[in-house]
């Protein structure tokens, strides 16, 4: 398992958009993904899920994966969500 925080750098938080890549990006890894905010934690492939967290801006992300592409997965979310602008 890997797991590393990012704070997010939008003026609106994390929105329809923001989310819909987030969720195919996840996608492609066969790992399992999981952001946690403010305590809560779910899965990173799930839409509603990441959409039921109501993430506001400069908001603190966790990302954790676990399998056989997890750090690299963990890496590209970050990447991602960091292009967030």
Do not use: C, W
């Not at 492939?45 to 959409?51: P, Y």
């Not at 109501?54 to 969500?81: H, M, P």
């Amino acid at each position: 398992m890997i797991q590393q925080s990012v704070k997010l750098q939008t003026k609106v938080g994390l929105y329809p958009p923001y989310i819909t890549r987030l969720v195919q990006e996840a996608s492609r890894y066969d790992s399992d993904i999981f952001i946690t905010h403010n305590g809560r934690r779910v899965n990173l492939k799930s839409m509603m899920g990441v959409l039921s967290l109501a993430v506001s801006k400069d908001a603190e992300l966790t990302f954790e994966a676990s399998g056989n592409d997890e750090e690299e997965a963990v890496n590209q979310i970050i990447r991602t969500v960091e292009s967030f602008q």
